[in-house]
């Protein structure tokens, strides 16, 4: 189906282990963004990438490693999880050349670390 | 920096009523973009509008109708005649541009306005 898809939709990890959220997008968008949300902070930015192998960081960028390797395609890596980064995760594309500024969102992961 | 401001955390109404969800931005851009989402207890957040920094025209789009004011830096959202349907946590959201048309594009979100709709 075409669209923004992320996975896994829910994942339980423990304490110091590597995890990987995989965004999958079909619309050929340049830019593709990784926000987390959490209570009392909303969604914030953790790194956003304007096109394949150019990334950068956002707000929240500490702990966590992207990477993209292909326009389509925009993993995030929590190099060693840390119960603060318990969040729900959503993934986000966009195509500003074509004048749609706004972003599309996947279904969001929610992770929790234990 | 970029700011938003969602004053209303919560906002409860009765079905049917009208109710108004106020936005305050804060930017150094002469260029950018406005947005409202809208996040409903599913957990998806669904693209509601845009509005760039230069189109001040207020728009109506069947229930929903969106209200910006550069002068005060707002960009309020009203829905009419209320529906349960309309229970959601809404944000608001400022892109940024920079005058070269570049610019990350990353999105600064309020908070949130939580809307409960009662039956």
């Known amino acids: 189906d075409a669209g923004i898809t992320q996975s896994p939709r829910y994942k339980i990890t423990e304490t110091g282990r590597q995890v990987t959220l995989m965004c999958h997008q079909t619309?050929?968008?340049?830019?593709m963004f990784w926000y987390r949300q959490d209570l009392g902070h909303g969604l914030r930015l953790i790194y956003y990438?304007?096109?394949?192998?150019?990334?950068d960081k956002g707000e929240v960028p500490d702990g966590y490693v992207v990477s993209r390797s292909k326009t389509e395609n925009f993993p995030l890596t929590l190099e060693s999880a840390t119960r603060s980064q318990t969040s729900v995760y959503f993934c986000?594309?966009?195509?500003?050349?074509?004048?749609?500024?706004?972003?599309?969102f996947g279904q969001g992961t929610r992770l929790t670390v234990v | 920096a970029q700011k938003v401001t969602q004053a209303q955390t919560e906002i409860s109404v009765v079905e049917k009523e009208d109710v108004t969800l106020d936005c305050v931005y804060e930017t150094r851009d002469t260029t950018y973009y406005l947005f409202w989402y809208k996040q409903p207890p599913s957990g998806e957040l669904v693209f509601l509008i845009r509005r760039n920094s230069f189109d001040e025209q207020n728009e109506i789009s069947g229930r929903y109708s969106w209200n910006f004011q550069k002068s005060t830096s707002s960009f309020n959202f009203t829905i009419t005649a209320s529906q349960v349907v309309d229970s959601a946590v809404y944000f608001c959201?400022?892109?940024?541009?920079?005058?070269?048309?570049?610019?990350?594009?990353?999105?600064?979100f309020g908070k949130g306005t939580k809307l409960s709709v009662i039956p």
């Open positions: 986000a594309s966009s195509e500003p050349a074509r004048g749609d500024t706004e972003a599309f």
């Open positions: 990438s304007a096109a394949a192998d150019i990334t």
């Open positions: 619309w050929s968008h340049s830019y």
């Open positions: 959201a400022l892109s940024d541009v920079w005058d070269s048309g570049a610019g990350s594009y990353q999105l600064t």
